[in-house]
C-alpha cells in the first residue's frame, strides 16, 4: 500500500495525516462519502466505486458508480446510495435494493429503509415497499427535514413553515412537538442517537432539545466564518461539527472544542470521527485520515533527516543532518541557522552522526566520521579522533566519553584526550554503538556483537553474560538505578540490586531497538526503526506489569527510521528525530488505552462470511459432504503492530493455540462429523497483556454419509481385521479338530503297527530256542551260547528300532533316525539267527555298501526287516536249493536306495503257496509296511518302495529321497 505522509502546514507543528490516493487504493481521488460500519471498517465512497478499508487494505466493490451516501443499519448490514440505485452489503454480497427515478434522500433505520422523493416519503424492508406517505394525503405541506434515532426506532421529520416535528409510529404520522414562533427549524439526529432541533437565527445556529428548548450547543457566525462554539450540554460524547472547509471536534466532558483548520481540503466534502476520535476527511485530492493523539510534526522542509539533537544552555535546539551540516534550530519560528565546522579536505564538516552530548560547562560535542565537533556556542572545533559513533559526558571524570574503533576515547575541559582500546578485539568488537554507567561508575558499552563493560578500578574490559545476545544498540540506565538495553532481540531489563538480566517485551518489538529514554519513574519509551512504545514504569515498578503503548504509522508516529539513540527530551516533549520527518511526542498526553483493532473471519471456503452470522454467531452447517474448512481472516482498525499477528484454533481438532503468525488463513482436511468451533485472535500494537486482545469465532457443523467420515477406512479395516480373525478362529478351530483327529487316527494306526511289529513271529522265537535247545543236547554249549547272544542282542536292538520308530512315526526329529550302519547290523543279526532255525544251510546272505560315508547316513527305522522277512519267508525258504540273499546299499543324489535281491521262487509262485497251506497265523508285514511308509510320508519323508520280478527270485528297491 503507498502512503503519502503530510503535515498540515509548511511551517506549523501540527497533527499528522496521512492522505490516500488511487496509488493507495482508492477507485478514483474525489471522495464524496465516508463511514465507519460498526465492525470498525472505514468504507469510502468515490464517483467511481466503492472501497472497504480495514488499517491495512483496502477492498473495492461497485466499479464505476458514483457514490453519495454510506450508512449501516441495527444490523450491521452497509447501504450505499449511488445517484439513482440504493445496495446493501451484509458481509458477503451486495445486494441491490431498489432504483430511484428522481434524487432523493435516504434514512436507515433499524430493519427498515426510508426514502424521501419528490416529497414523498417510503417505508422499505429489503427489496419491498411497506408504506408510502404521500401530501395532501396524509401530511400537508413540503417536508424539509428527516431524522431517524435507532435506539427509539423513531422516523421523525418537519415540514416548512410549521412549528412541529411529526413521527411516525406503526405507519401513522403523529404530533410529536409543536413550538412557537417563525423561525425556520429543521430535526436531527444527532449521531443517529438524539433528536436534536436545529434553530437558524441570521448565521448563528442553535441546537436545541426538541421538549424543553433547552440548548445543547450554538455555534456564532460571521460571514459564514465560525467565531466561536459555546457548549451547554452535549447529549452525545463527541459531535464533528464541519463548517465549509473547517472542522471542531466538540467535547461533551471538557465543554470545548478544537478547530482544524484543513487548507488542503478543496471542498467541504463529508468528514467523520472514527472510534479513536481521529478525523477522516474527504477531499477532490483523495482521502485523509487525520491523527488525534500526543505526536505531532515538523514539516520536512525544516527538519529532514536529523540524526541528533541536542538542546544547548543558550535554550536553542542544535541538530546534525547526516551529510548536510550542523544547525541552530528555532523551533518556535521553524527556521534553522547553518554552523560550519571544519571538516576533512580543507572542507566543512557534513558527515554527522548520533549521539550528541553536553559537558559540565554547557558545550557541545557532536560525533562524525572524522573524529569529534566540539561547540562553545561561538566557535567549533574539531578533534581527529577518527570514526565516532556516540559521546556521552561522564559525571565521575569530568570528561566525554566517545566511542573508538575496539574501546573508547575521553576528552576533558583542556582538551586533553585518552584513548582505551581493547587489545583482544573480542570484548569491543567494533565501534561502541551505545554507553552508561552504573552505580559504581564502571562504563556499560553496547555494541553489534556483546555487551561489555570497562571496570575502573581493574583498568580492563569484561563481558556481561546473561543479557541480550545478539549485540546492544542502546543503554538507558533509569532513576531507580536500573539498566533498560535492546538491540536485535527485544527490550531487556537489569536489576542492579540482584543483578538479573530478564527481557520483558514478550516478544511484540520484532525491530531492532534504537533508542531508549526515560521520563522519571513514570515512563520509559523505546524506539525502533519503525515505531515508538511507551511504557508505564511506574505499573512496572509497583505491581510488575508490562503496560506499553504502541505509536506507529496506523495511529500517527509516521517518522521512518528512528535515529539511533537520538531521543530528545525537553519536560513533556520528546523530540524524535528520524530520516524523514522529526515528530514530537507530548508525553503528558499519552495513555495506555488501546487504540481501536477488532479481527474478523472474512471468508469459509472462499465465501464471505455475513454481518449477521458474525453478530448473532449462529452455527453455519457446512454442505453436506464437505468436510474441509479454508479460513480467512483479517485485523480492522489501527491500534495493530506494524505487522498485524495472528494466532487461531479449532475446537475438537487443535489442543491448543497456534504460534503468532502472520498468515491470514488457516487450512483443515478430512474433519470428521460433528460441531465445532473455530477461534481467531489478534495481538494489539503494544500491550503484550493476554487480556487486551480481541478474538473472532465461527460456529460450524460438519455433516457427512458414514462412507465419507475421515475413519470410516480405519473402522472398515478394523472390522474385516475382526470378522477375518472371527472365520480364522472357526476354521482354525475346525482345522484343529479335524487334525486332532487324523492325529488320533494316524495314532491308531501306529498303535495298531507298533502292536504288529511287536508281536515276533512265535514260530520264529520257539524255532530259535528249539535249536538252542537242541545245541546243548548234542553238548555243544557254546554254540548254542553264541546263538543265544545273538538272540537277545537282536530282541534289544529289535527294541530300540522300534522305540525310534514310534517317535518318527509321532513328528520326531530326526535324531530318531538310526544309521545306515545300525540298520546293517540290526538286518545281519536278524538273518544269522534266521539261518540258525535250520538244520540245513537254507542260504547264504551278502550285506553290501558303495562306500563307508553311507554308514553315517540316517533313515528311518524298521523299514527295511520286514521286507527282508518277507523275501527269507517267503522267498528262499520255499526254495529247494541253497538260496541266497542280497542286500546292496547304494548313494544318490538325491538320497540312499537299497536294494534287497533274493534267488527264491519268485513273488507268483509264493503267492499260490499262500493259497495252498493252512496258515497258522496271518502275516501282515507288508500290509504293515506300506502304512507306516504312508505315515512317514505324511510327514513330509519321501519313501518309495518298487518290486521286480526276476527270472529267479524278486528283487526289491526301497528309496529314501532327501
Known amino acids: 500500500m503507498f502512503l503519502i505522509f503530510l503535515t498540515f502546514s509548511v511551517f506549523a507543528q501540527q497533527r499528522p495525516y496521512i492522505n490516500y490516493t488511487t496509488h493507495s487504493g482508492l477507485p478514483q481521488i474525489q471522495v464524496r462519502a465516508i463511514h465507519q460500519d460498526h465492525l470498525g471498517y472505514i468504507w469510502v465512497g468515490t464517483k467511481s466505486g466503492l472501497v472497504k478499508f480495514n488499517g491495512e487494505e483496502f477492498e473495492n466493490y461497485l466499479p464505476n458508480q458514483s457514490i453519495s451516501q454510506i450508512e449501516s443499519d441495527s444490523k450491521g448490514r452497509v447501504y450505499v446510495k449511488t445517484y439513482d440505485q440504493l445496495y446493501r452489503f451484509d458481509g458477503r454480497d451486495m445486494l441491490l435494493l431498489t432504483d430511484f427515478k428522481n434524487p432523493a434522500a435516504v434514512i436507515i433505520g433499524n430493519k427498515e429503509y426510508w426514502i424521501l422523493s419528490e416529497n414523498c416519503l417510503f417505508q422499505y424492508q429489503d427489496t419491498f415497499e411497506i408504506k408510502r406517505f404521500v401530501p395532501d394525503v396524509d401530511f400537508k405541506g413540503v417536508i424539509n427535514s428527516v431524522a431517524y434515532v435507532k435506539d427509539k426506532a423513531g422516523m421523525y421529520f418537519t415540514i416548512q413553515d410549521l412549528n412541529q416535528i411529526f ?3 406503526d405507519g401513522k404520522i403523529g404530533r410529536e412537538i409543536k413550538f412557537e414562533g417563525a423561525k425556520n427549524r429543521k430535526v436531527l439526529a444527532l449521531k443517529g442517537e438524539v433528536i436534536v432541533l436545529v434553530e437558524e437565527e441570521n448565521e448563528d445556529i442553535h441546537y436545541l432539545n426538541p421538549v424543553d428548548k433547552s440548548n445543547y450547543f450554538s ?13 451547554n450540554h452535549l447529549p452525545v460524547k463527541d459531535y464533528l461539527y464541519v463548517n465549509d472547509y473547517s472542522f471542531y471536534r466538540l467535547d461533551s466532558v471538557t465543554k470545548s472544542f478544537t478547530k482544524f483548520d484543513l487548507a488542503f481540503i478543496k471542498a467541504p466534502y463529508p468528514a467523520i470521527l472514527d472510534r479513536d476520535n481521529n478525523i477522516w476527511a474527504g477531499s477532490d485530492n483523495g482521502l485523509y485520515q487525520i491523527f488525534n493523539g500526543p505526536i505531532s510534526n515538523f514539516p520536512r522542509s525544516f527538519m529532514n533527516d536529523f540524526w541528533t539533537m541536542i538542546k544547548g544552555d543558550d535554550g536553542h535546539f542544535y541538530g546534525a543532518v547526516y551529510k548536510d551540516a550542523l544547525y541552530r534550530l528555532d523551533m518556535k519560528s521553524q527556521t534553522k541557522e547553518e554552523i560550519l565546522a571544519p571538516g576533512p579536505f580543507h572542507r566543512k564538516e557534513t558527515d554527522y552522526y548520533y549521539g550528541a552530548s553536553k559537558d559540565k560547562k554547557g558545550f557541545l560535542y557532536f560525533p562524525t566520521h572524522y573524529g569529534l565537533v566540539k561547540y562553545n556556542y561561538k566557535n567549533t572545533k574539531k578533534f581527529d579522533t577518527g570514526i565516532s559513533l556516540i559521546t556521552k559526558y561522564d559525571s565521575v571524570s569530568n570528561r566525554i566519553i566517545f566511542g573508538q574503533m575496539n574501546g573508547l576515547g575521553f576528552i576533558d575541559e583542556k582538551e586533553n584526550i585518552e584513548i582505551l582500546i581493547d587489545s583482544s ?15 559504581e561508575g564502571n562504563i556499560w558499552i553496547g555494541t553489534n556483537g556483546c555487551l561489555t563493560k570497562y571496570d575502573r578500578k581493574k583498568k580492563c574490559f569484561s563481558k556481561i ?6 549485540g546492544v544498540f542502546s543503554i538507558h540506565k533509569d532513576v531507580k538505578g536500573n539498566f533498560w538495553m535492546g538491540g536485535k532481540d ?3 531489563f537489569y536489576n542492579s540490586q540482584n543483578k538479573e538480566f530478564r527481557r520483558v517485551d514478550d516478544g511484540i518489538i ?24 511507551a511504557m508505564d514504569l511506574a505499573s512496572f515498578y509497583s505491581k510488575g506489569n508490562i503496560r506499553m503503548k504502541l505509536f506507529n504509522f496506523r495511529n500517527g508516529f509516521l517518522s521512518e527510521e528512528v535515529c539511533q539513540n537520538g531521543f530528545l527530551l525537553d519536560k513533556d516533549l520528546l523530540y524524535v528525530p528520524s530520516t524523514t520527518c522529526t515528530s514530537v511526542i507530548d508525553l503528558a498526553k499519552v495513555n495506555f488505552d488501546t487504540d481501536f483493532y477488532d479481527v474478523r473471519i472474512t471468508s469459509l471456503n472462499d465465501k464471505g462470511i455475513s454481518y449477521s452470522d458474525t453478530i448473532t454467531r449462529s452455527v453455519i452447517c457446512m454442505k453436506k459432504g464437505c468436510n474441509e474448512l479454508d479460513l480467512s481472516f483479517e485485523a480492522i482498525g489501527f491500534g495493530l503492530p506494524t505487522n498485524p499477528m495472528f494466532k487461531y484454533k479449532l475446537d475438537g481438532v487443535d489442543r491448543i493455540w497456534s504460534d503468532w503468525t502472520k498468515k491470514k488463513y488457516a487450512n483443515y482436511r478430512n474433519l470428521a462429523s460433528g460441531n465445532y468451533c473455530f477461534h481467531v485472535m489478534a495481538r494489539p500494537g503494544g500491550n503484550p497483556n493476554v487480556t487486551t486482545q480481541k478474538e473472532d469465532h465461527l460456529h460450524l457443523k460438519i455433516s ?20 477375518v480373525l472371527i472365520l480364522g ?3 482354525h478351530s475346525r482345522m484343529h479338530i479335524k487334525m486332532k483327529m487324523l492325529d488320533r487316527e494316524r495314532k491308531i494306526k501306529f498303535l495298531e503297527i507298533a502292536t504288529l511289529q511287536a508281536q515276533l513271529n512265535p514260530h520264529f522265537v520257539f524255532n530259535i530256542l528249539s535249536s538252542v535247545q537242541n545245541l546243548i543236547s548234542l553238548h555243544k554249549p557254546e554254540k548254542a551260547n553264541e546263538y543265544l547272544i545273538k538272540f537277545s542282542r537282536l530282541i534289544r536292538a529289535y527294541m530300540e528300532a522300534s522305540i525310534k520308530s514310534s517317535k518318527v512315526l509321532l513328528g520326531a526329529s530326526v535324531s530318531s533316525e538310526i544309521t545306515i550302519k545300525e540298520e546293517v547290523d540290526l538286518l545281519q543279526m536278524y538273518i544269522e539267527l534266521e539261518q540258525v532255525k535250520h538244520k540245513e544251510r537254507k542260504f547264504d546272505f551278502e550285506i553290501k555298501l558303495d562306500s563307508d560315508d553311507l554308514q553315517n547316513k540316517t533313515i528311518p527305522p524298521m523299514i527295511l526287516q520286514p521286507l527282508v522277512e518277507n523275501a527269507i519267508k517267503h522267498g528262499l525258504e520255499p526254495a529247494d536249493r541253497i538260496g541266497f540273499l542280497q542286500i546292496h546299499f547304494s548313494d544318490r543324489e538325491d538320497g540312499v536306495e537299497c536294494i534287497i535281491r533274493d534267488n527264491g521262487i519268485g513273488r507268483e509262485r509264493s503267492q499260490q503257496n499262500k493259497k495252498d497251506s493252512i496258515k497258522l497265523y496271518q502275516s501282515r508285514g507288508l500290509e504293515l509296511i506300506n502304512k507306516k511308509i504312508e505315515i512317514l510320508n505324511d510327514l513330509d519323508y519321501k519313501i518309495k518302495i518298487e518290486y521286480k520280478d526276476l527270472d529267479e527270485g524278486t528283487e526289491v528297491s526301497v528309496t529314501f529321497t532327501n
Open 490 to 492: 527485544g527490550l531487556w
Open 465 to 470: 553474560e546473561g543479557g541480550p545476545k545478539y
Open 704 to 723: 457427512l454419509p458414514f462412507y465419507k467420515e475421515p475413519r470410516f477406512y480405519q473402522h472398515t479395516l478394523i472390522g474385516f481385521v475382526i470378522l
Open 167 to 169: 413521527s411516525i409510529v
Open 219 to 231: 455555534v456564532y457566525r460571521t460571514n459564514n466564518q465560525v467565531d466561536s462554539i459555546k457548549i
Open 425 to 439: 578485539k573480542q570484548l569491543v568488537p567494533s565501534h561502541p554503538k551505545t554507553i552508561d554507567f552504573d552505580e
Open 510 to 533: 520484532e525491530n531492532n531497538i534504537a533508542g531508549i529514554i526515560s521520563k522519571s519513574d513514570e515512563l520509559l519509551i523505546v524506539g525502533t526503526s519503525l515505531e515508538v512504545f
Open 729 to 731: 478362529f472357526f476354521v
